[in-house]
Protein backbone atom coordinates (compact mmCIF):
# COMPACT_ATOMS: atom_id res chain seq x y z
CA UNK A 1 0.00 0.00 0.00
CA UNK A 2 1.37 3.39 -1.12
CA UNK A 3 1.33 5.72 1.48
CA UNK A 4 1.67 9.84 0.79
CA UNK A 5 4.57 10.63 3.73
CA UNK A 6 6.81 13.47 3.24
CA UNK A 7 9.91 13.58 5.42
CA UNK A 8 11.36 16.27 7.06
CA UNK A 9 13.30 17.72 4.02
CA UNK A 10 10.44 17.21 1.54
CA UNK A 11 8.20 18.85 3.73
CA UNK A 12 9.98 21.87 4.07
CA UNK A 13 11.00 22.60 0.71
CA UNK A 14 7.13 22.15 -0.39
CA UNK A 15 6.66 24.83 2.24
CA UNK A 16 9.12 27.15 1.08
CA UNK A 17 7.74 26.61 -2.56
CA UNK A 18 4.10 27.72 -1.29
CA UNK A 19 5.52 30.67 0.15
CA UNK A 20 7.62 31.26 -2.48
CA UNK A 21 4.82 30.96 -4.79
CA UNK A 22 2.08 32.79 -2.81
CA UNK A 23 4.23 35.54 -0.61
CA UNK A 24 2.63 38.71 -2.56
CA UNK A 25 -1.52 37.13 -1.22
CA UNK A 26 0.34 36.77 2.27
CA UNK A 27 1.86 40.10 2.93
CA UNK A 28 -1.42 41.99 1.54
CA UNK A 29 -3.33 40.14 3.79
CA UNK A 30 -1.33 40.77 6.46
CA UNK A 31 -1.15 44.38 4.89
CA UNK A 32 -4.96 44.42 4.87
CA UNK A 33 -5.38 43.20 8.62
CA UNK A 34 -3.25 45.74 9.44
CA UNK A 35 -5.23 48.16 7.84
CA UNK A 36 -8.58 47.34 9.64
CA UNK A 37 -7.32 47.32 12.79
CA UNK A 38 -5.36 50.18 12.79
CA UNK A 39 -8.78 51.93 10.84
CA UNK A 40 -11.02 50.44 13.17
CA UNK A 41 -9.34 52.17 16.38
CA UNK A 42 -8.81 55.60 14.23
CA UNK A 43 -12.70 55.75 13.65
CA UNK A 44 -13.16 54.48 17.23
CA UNK A 45 -11.18 57.40 18.74
CA UNK A 46 -12.79 60.14 16.00
CA UNK A 47 -16.40 58.95 17.03
CA UNK A 48 -15.22 59.95 20.39
CA UNK A 49 -13.53 62.60 19.62
CA UNK A 50 -16.86 63.85 17.56
CA UNK A 51 -19.34 62.77 20.49
CA UNK A 52 -17.16 64.83 23.08
CA UNK A 53 -17.39 68.22 20.52
CA UNK A 54 -21.03 67.85 20.12
CA UNK A 55 -21.69 67.12 23.94
CA UNK A 56 -19.83 70.77 25.05
CA UNK A 57 -21.71 72.14 22.77
CA UNK A 58 -24.81 70.54 24.07
CA UNK A 59 -23.93 71.79 27.55
CA UNK A 60 -23.69 75.67 26.22
CA UNK A 61 -27.48 74.77 24.66
CA UNK A 62 -28.79 73.51 27.94
CA UNK A 63 -26.84 76.68 30.00
CA UNK A 64 -27.75 79.27 27.34
CA UNK A 65 -31.64 78.29 28.36
CA UNK A 66 -30.70 77.93 31.75
CA UNK A 67 -29.67 81.75 31.80
CA UNK A 68 -32.56 82.71 29.50
CA UNK A 69 -29.93 83.75 26.61
CA UNK A 70 -32.39 82.06 23.47
CA UNK A 71 -29.78 83.30 20.99
CA UNK A 72 -26.93 81.55 22.49
CA UNK A 73 -29.14 78.51 22.65
CA UNK A 74 -29.96 79.02 19.07
CA UNK A 75 -26.52 79.45 18.09
CA UNK A 76 -25.22 76.78 19.68
CA UNK A 77 -28.32 74.40 17.88
CA UNK A 78 -27.41 75.93 15.06
CA UNK A 79 -23.44 74.73 15.44
CA UNK A 80 -25.38 70.89 16.34
CA UNK A 81 -27.33 70.56 13.84
CA UNK A 82 -25.03 71.69 10.99
CA UNK A 83 -21.71 69.83 12.45
CA UNK A 84 -23.38 66.88 14.31
CA UNK A 85 -26.55 65.99 12.20
CA UNK A 86 -26.28 62.30 13.13
CA UNK A 87 -25.06 62.68 16.36
CA UNK A 88 -28.08 62.25 20.06
CA UNK A 89 -26.79 65.68 21.19
CA UNK A 90 -28.01 67.50 18.02
CA UNK A 91 -31.75 65.81 18.16
CA UNK A 92 -31.78 66.59 22.07
CA UNK A 93 -30.66 70.26 21.26
CA UNK A 94 -33.79 70.24 18.67
CA UNK A 95 -36.22 68.86 21.09
CA UNK A 96 -34.97 72.01 23.07
CA UNK A 97 -35.71 74.29 20.95
CA UNK A 98 -38.89 73.00 19.83
CA UNK A 99 -40.16 73.32 24.10
CA UNK A 100 -39.50 76.36 23.19
CA UNK A 101 -41.52 77.34 20.50
CA UNK A 102 -44.17 75.71 21.93
CA UNK A 103 -43.87 77.67 25.49
CA UNK A 104 -43.56 80.62 22.64
CA UNK A 105 -46.74 79.51 21.19
CA UNK A 106 -44.91 79.28 18.24
CA UNK A 107 -46.47 75.30 17.03
CA UNK A 108 -45.55 75.83 13.62
CA UNK A 109 -41.35 76.36 14.02
CA UNK A 110 -42.03 73.76 16.80
CA UNK A 111 -43.32 71.02 14.30
CA UNK A 112 -40.43 71.75 11.74
CA UNK A 113 -38.28 71.38 14.72
CA UNK A 114 -39.18 68.47 15.49
CA UNK A 115 -39.68 66.71 12.09
CA UNK A 116 -35.57 67.53 11.53
CA UNK A 117 -35.35 65.67 14.74
CA UNK A 118 -37.13 62.54 14.43
CA UNK A 119 -35.58 62.68 10.75
CA UNK A 120 -31.91 62.73 12.24
CA UNK A 121 -31.95 60.87 15.25
CA UNK A 122 -29.38 57.58 15.43
CA UNK A 123 -31.80 55.86 18.18
CA UNK A 124 -34.97 54.46 17.58
CA UNK A 125 -36.76 54.60 20.67
CA UNK A 126 -35.62 58.44 20.69
CA UNK A 127 -37.04 58.99 17.16
CA UNK A 128 -40.40 57.55 18.22
CA UNK A 129 -40.14 60.05 20.98
CA UNK A 130 -39.88 62.78 18.53
CA UNK A 131 -42.43 61.56 16.45
CA UNK A 132 -45.16 61.36 19.42
CA UNK A 133 -44.39 64.92 20.53
CA UNK A 134 -44.60 65.95 16.89
CA UNK A 135 -48.13 64.16 16.86
CA UNK A 136 -48.94 66.38 19.90
CA UNK A 137 -48.02 69.56 18.09
CA UNK A 138 -49.69 68.91 15.06
CA UNK A 139 -52.99 68.22 16.68
CA UNK A 140 -52.44 71.70 18.21
CA UNK A 141 -52.65 72.84 15.24
CA UNK A 142 -55.43 71.69 14.35
CA UNK A 143 -54.13 68.86 11.64
CA UNK A 144 -55.33 65.75 13.10
CA UNK A 145 -54.77 63.55 9.43
CA UNK A 146 -51.02 64.88 9.77
CA UNK A 147 -51.02 63.53 13.61
CA UNK A 148 -52.25 59.90 12.84
CA UNK A 149 -49.68 59.92 9.79
CA UNK A 150 -46.66 60.89 12.14
CA UNK A 151 -48.12 58.12 14.76
CA UNK A 152 -48.29 55.36 12.27
CA UNK A 153 -44.03 55.75 11.80
CA UNK A 154 -43.96 55.35 15.54
CA UNK A 155 -42.44 51.35 16.68
CA UNK A 156 -46.10 51.22 18.97
CA UNK A 157 -43.57 48.86 21.07
CA UNK A 158 -41.75 51.47 22.53
CA UNK A 159 -44.99 53.89 23.40
CA UNK A 160 -47.82 51.78 22.60
CA UNK A 161 -50.14 53.44 25.74
CA UNK A 162 -49.32 57.18 24.54
CA UNK A 163 -49.55 56.45 20.24
CA UNK A 164 -53.55 55.12 21.15
CA UNK A 165 -54.43 58.41 23.06
CA UNK A 166 -52.72 60.75 20.78
CA UNK A 167 -54.86 58.51 17.45
CA UNK A 168 -58.18 58.87 19.84
CA UNK A 169 -57.76 62.48 19.53
CA UNK A 170 -56.90 62.58 16.45
CA UNK A 171 -59.93 60.44 15.48
CA UNK A 172 -61.94 62.77 17.79
CA UNK A 173 -60.80 65.86 15.90
CA UNK A 174 -62.00 64.67 12.65
CA UNK A 175 -64.88 63.48 14.24
CA UNK A 176 -65.20 59.63 14.32
CA UNK A 177 -66.42 58.92 17.65
CA UNK A 178 -66.31 54.92 17.09
CA UNK A 179 -62.46 55.11 16.06
CA UNK A 180 -61.81 57.60 19.01
CA UNK A 181 -63.08 54.98 21.63
CA UNK A 182 -61.56 52.31 20.45
CA UNK A 183 -58.04 54.02 20.21
CA UNK A 184 -58.57 55.04 24.16
CA UNK A 185 -59.83 51.36 25.15
CA UNK A 186 -56.23 50.43 23.98
CA UNK A 187 -54.28 53.32 25.28
CA UNK A 188 -56.39 52.28 28.76
CA UNK A 189 -55.45 48.46 28.22
CA UNK A 190 -51.74 49.48 27.90
CA UNK A 191 -51.54 51.90 30.16
CA UNK A 192 -50.00 51.36 33.63
CA UNK A 193 -52.37 51.23 36.37
CA UNK A 194 -50.28 53.93 38.27
CA UNK A 195 -49.69 55.92 35.23
CA UNK A 196 -50.55 59.96 35.73
CA UNK A 197 -52.76 59.75 32.62
CA UNK A 198 -55.16 57.37 33.43
CA UNK A 199 -57.51 59.44 34.82
CA UNK A 200 -57.70 61.61 32.21
CA UNK A 201 -58.07 59.15 29.49
CA UNK A 202 -60.97 57.39 31.62
CA UNK A 203 -62.54 60.86 31.58
CA UNK A 204 -62.44 61.05 27.64
CA UNK A 205 -64.04 56.97 27.38
CA UNK A 206 -66.56 58.08 29.76
CA UNK A 207 -67.21 61.68 28.16
CA UNK A 208 -67.28 59.52 24.63
CA UNK A 209 -69.95 57.15 26.08
CA UNK A 210 -72.41 59.89 27.48
CA UNK A 211 -72.44 61.63 23.83
CA UNK A 212 -72.80 58.04 22.30
CA UNK A 213 -76.11 57.59 24.00
Known amino acids: MALDVYDDYEQGERVRQWLANNWASIALGIALGLALIFGWQWWKSHRAGLDMEAAQQYDLVTAAIANGDTTQADAATAVLTRDF?????????MSLKAAREVKAGDYKAAASSLQWAAAHSPDKPLQGLMLVRLARVQLALRQPAAALATLQKVDAHDYRSEV?????????AQGNQAAAHSAYAQALADMKPDAPQRGLLQLKLD???????
Open 164 to 172: AMLQGDAHL
Open 85 to 93: PGNVYATLA
Open 207 to 213: NLAIAGK
